[in-house]
């Protein structure tokens, strides 16, 4: 556990406070953020998924999780429980009730939602657009629900790529 006692505190992220997840990078020694919505569920969906596949191939996992808190940065610590080997993970979403099987057509339509939203914000990220305003919100959720995973892939790749342009 000494790699996770060395690692510096996670930095602050940019632009107006948000739902943002970060990972540590030990191989760098950086912290980069990982999902960013600024609805909580979706970046603690994608926290859980990226910490099991960090954990399968045997890496070290540190995350720091940010979101606002009476209108400023907050960092929140990370919901975790454990597996059947002992090892904590994140808690992606909350369990359903019992009757899990007709909700699935719903999860799984607000998990595809959630991980557009979080490709689009990744693309504005890189494109270096940090301080979204409630306009900007809107039309970041109305290409969300109105383009198919695709297309929106696509819109973020074209947002990174003018962001490393300049």
């Given at each position: 556990m000494s790699a996770v006692e060395s690692r510096p505190e996670s930095p602050r992220p940019q632009g107006a406070p948000r739902w943002v997840a970060m990972f540590y990078r030990p191989a760098t020694g950086s912290w980069r953020t990982a999902a960013q919505s600024p609805h909580r569920t979706p970046v603690l969906y994608a926290l859980g998924e990226m910490t099991q596949t960090l954990r399968a191939r045997g890496d070290e996992v540190s995350v720091a999780l940010w979101g606002p808190k009476d209108g400023a940065w907050?960092?929140?610590d990370t919901p975790q429980?454990?597996?059947a080997t002992s090892q904590p993970i994140l808690e992606p979403l909350p369990e359903p009730g019992p009757e899990r099987s007709?909700?699935?057509p719903a999860?799984?339509?607000e998990r595809m939602t959630g991980r557009r939203h979080q490709v689009l914000m990744a693309g504005l990220?890189?494109?270096g657009v940090y301080?979204?305003?409630p306009e900007d919100d809107t039309t970041v959720q109305a290409l969300v629900e109105r383009l198919d995973e695709?297309?929106?892939?696509?819109v973020a790749h074209w947002l990174?790529?003018?962001g490393g342009a300049r």
């Open positions: 907050h960092r929140f429980r454990e597996t007709p909700g699935q999860k799984l339509a990220t890189k494109a301080d979204l305003s695709a297309a929106v892939r696509r990174a790529t003018a």
